[in-house]
């Protein structure tokens, strides 16, 4: 087992590997520096002046020696002032040392958001913080909901209530988030009132008002498909011998389906709510944006429509890991809940 | 001036007339497939249920309305008529006397006709999109399946990095206006579209080679037509100017396909290591056949069951995809009518009007609704058998 989690750690420190030098290299594209340097200097500056502007802050430096210096194996070198020739900060905002240092994602540093004028740290973990509150929020919100809809549905195959469920089910995992937030907000907050269609004013106290579209519009995509794998599992449960056979000793059909299939049924959704992580991830950056809510998704959007290259490759090691550690927990996790599978 | 309006219930029944060339096309096809749905196999079981039948009902809904889109929207999707601004739904344009079935959006166009014209953009990339990506989630999925050890690694190992993408990540980063500079769309496209090549090649090489009177025809067919497509989409110079894409939709199309072809490629990959241990492999292992011959008829064919159902299923993920591309602005032009872009544009409005924004969103998901309708009711009837 230990063996096993070594070699998928090792695994998921390669493809993270992988995953920042394509990152890299895409943010780095010529067009991409361009669209930086013309947003960070004034108006209607000539090429020549972009290109000065850009090899002035060091994005001119051989490809692989920028990315050892983001990741820390190699020295980060301050530029130099071309006016007095002495060693300079790149970005006066961060506190660049001005002698050649480590200083990467390795030592913990994260770089220097240009849209923002701040390092990367500053600006994303108090985003993720308002992210994981949301999350948590949403997962509070689904997982009772989809265990309860997928156990009803699946505790009778065939019958109207399944069939209800069901139906039910699958019109929900049809409405992305961009759809049901609009009907949501129509409904909620244009016709009845009952709720704030901007989550602005939750970064500064969440109350029932301002959070509940979000949370809401975040849940209902993912409880359908939670909701269809329990009721698969069920389904499958319920057919099995042991069932049969405590239902033939005598046992009610709620307890049987309590103390008998629920245990069994639900290893299953374990595994597809912690997959559901990488899909909730792409449902916060369409909330927070749709509702203005300052957190992880709203940084990457801003991080990638203004080319902010450090601040996006931070956002992007941070989705990747979090999307590979919830691989990884589901698969320990699996063979941990259900002993007949145990990992060679 | 003053917009007159009609009234509630004759908008529904404009909408319902305006329709027609649509109701009267699935009438034909529905009653026809239901007369002989003994004959017609999976698709005929499909009307044995409810489901299947609303599921093939809504898919066609939206199939027909995309190909008589012309003849179903009164207006041009991308026509401003000023007066029309913001107008309220049923709302009479002045000079040709013609409804504002959905009224106006922000910029004076008729919300009807771009819903109807939007259903053409996601009826042709979305089926199109996933047909690519079956392409190549097959011809990569096989051999790693039926071979096993170092390309089984090489290629899981590329798979999961495409997954371990967060969509809208990958999106931000292969689709912005800047990338077009670049060659790197492409050599995408070009390594992309070269599969489906590839793979039919392959597929009537294996089954023909000893009768070449076939062969050549359909070998010859295939580069031919394949050689086409292929120069009109990826170089954009097709000699009879018929196949052509706009490069940003050429980088949609190529981000979209990249985007779902590990999973396929994940789903075929897990169905041959299954199907290679029956018998029926083993007996054509035995008689000699080569391991494309054994991959692509042997294996391929009993595989189609859950393929079938997930193409269907990823139709409905695309259409959301190319929802969500719409939503942030990414790839298709600001103007187009398409149900992300109009959604977007809508949702900032919501305070002042919510009638743009009901219209794309319904038929988003009543599409997508009706897909994954289709693909359950397949499902159940696989199941059966």
């Not at chain 1, 695994?11 to 920042?20: D, H, Q």
């Not at chain 1, 156990?151 to 988030?177: C, K, N, Q, W």
């Not at chain 2, 080679?209 to 050549?216: A, E, F, M």
């Not at chain 2, 859950?306 to 269907?312: M, Q, R, T």
């Amino acid at each position: 087992m230990l063996s096993f989690v070594l070699r998928r750690l090792g695994t998921m420190a390669l493809t993270m590997l992988c995953l920042t030098i394509i990152v890299f290299f895409l943010i780095n594209l010529d067009p991409n520096l361009k669209k930086l340097a013309i947003s960070q200097t004034e108006m209607h500056t000539s090429a020549e002046q972009l290109e000065s502007w850009l090899a002035g802050h060091g994005y001119r430096q051989n490809f692989f020696v920028r990315y050892g210096q983001w990741l820390g194996v190699l020295p980060k070198q301050p530029v130099t002032d071309a006016a007095t020739g002495k060693p300079a900060q790149r970005f006066s905002f961060c506190n660049d040392p001005l002698v050649p240092t480590f200083s990467g994602i390795l030592q913990g540093d994260f770089g220097c958001s240009t849209k923002f004028k701040t390092t990367v740290a500053s600006k994303l973990f108090p985003a993720l913080s308002a992210t994981g509150i949301l999350m948590l929020c949403v997962l509070l919100v689904m997982i009772p909901i989809s265990l309860l809809i997928g156990i009803l549905a699946g505790m009778r195959e065939g019958s109207r209530t399944d069939r209800t469920l069901s139906v039910a089910s699958i019109a929900s995992t049809a409405t992305p988030e961009y759809v049901s937030g609009v009907i949501f907000t129509v409904i909620f907050a244009s016709w009845l009132g009952w709720l704030n269609g901007s989550a602005a004013s939750a970064s500064q106290g969440i109350t029932f008002y301002n959070f509940t579209l979000p949370v809401m519009t975040l849940a209902i995509y993912g409880i359908g498909y939670i909701a269809r794998m329990t009721r698969a599992s069920m389904v499958e449960v319920m057919t099995q011998q042991y069932i049969r056979t405590a239902r033939l000793k005598g046992l009610s059909f709620g307890s049987v389906v309590v103390k008998h299939a629920l245990r069994n049924a639900l290893i299953a959704p374990f595994t597809v709510i912690m997959l559901q992580f990488p899909w909730l991830l792409t449902g916060v950056v369409i909330v927070e944006v749709m509702f203005r809510y300052q957190g992880f998704g709203y940084t990457l959007v801003e991080a990638a429509g203004n080319n902010d290259i450090d601040l996006l490759l931070g956002c992007s090691l941070v989705s990747v890991f979090i999307v590979l550690i919830t691989q990884l927990i589901s698969d320990v996790g699996y063979a941990f809940l259900n002993p007949r599978i145990r990992v060679q | 001036m003053q917009v007159e309006y009609i009234s509630a219930f004759n908008v529904v029944l404009g909408v319902l007339g305006r329709f027609w060339p649509v109701w009267i096309a699935l009438a034909i096809v529905m009653g026809a497939s239901f007369v002989y749905k003994k004959k017609l196999g999976l698709y005929g079981q499909l009307f044995d249920s409810g489901v299947g039948i609303v599921g093939v009902g809504i898919c066609l809904f939206w199939l027909f309305t995309a190909i008589f889109a012309s003849t179903v929207a009164p207006f041009d999707p991308l026509a401003q008529v000023p007066i029309m601004k913001d107008a309220l739904p049923g709302g009479i344009e002045p000079a040709s006397k013609l409804i504002y079935y959905f009224g106006g959006d922000k910029l004076a166009r008729d919300v009807f006709s771009r819903m109807v014209f939007g259903s053409q953009i996601v009826l042709i990339i979305a089926p199109a999109a996933t047909g690519f990506a079956l392409m190549v989630g097959v011809t990569l999925g096989l051999p790693a399946g039926y071979y096993g050890g170092r390309i089984d690694t090489v290629l899981s190992f590329l798979a999961n990095l495409v997954l371990a993408f967060p969509v809208i990540l990958l999106f931000y980063l292969l689709v912005t206006p800047g990338i077009m500079d670049t060659p790197i769309p492409y050599a995408m496209a070009g390594l992309f579209f070269l599969f489906p090549i590839i793979f039919f090649s392959v597929l009537f090489w294996t089954r023909y080679k000893n009768r070449p009177d076939r062969l050549y025809i359909l070998l010859g067919l295939t580069l031919v037509l394949g050689g086409w497509v292929y120069v009109g989409l990826v170089f954009d110079a097709d000699p009879l100017k018929i196949v052509h894409i706009d490069p940003n939709q050429l980088n949609i199309f190529v981000a979209v396909v990249f985007a779902s072809s590990p999973g396929v490629f994940r789903i075929v990959r897990g169905l041959t290591m299954d199907i290679k241990t029956r018998d029926y492999v083993a007996a054509a292992q035995t008689r000699g056949e080569s391991p494309w011959y054994i991959m692509l008829w042997e294996i391929l064919p009993n595989a189609r069951g859950p393929l079938i159902v997930d193409a269907c299923l990823r139709i409905g993920y695309t259409t959301i995809l190319l929802g969500t591309l719409g939503y942030f602005g990414l790839g298709l032009a600001p103007e187009s009518p398409d149900w992300g872009t109009a959604i977007k544009d809508a949702s900032r409005l919501l305070r002042s009007f919510i009638h743009p924004a009901l219209p794309p969103t319904i038929a988003l998901m009543s599409f997508v609704l009706g897909l994954n309708l289709l693909a359950d009711s397949l499902r159940e009837q696989s199941m059966k058998d």
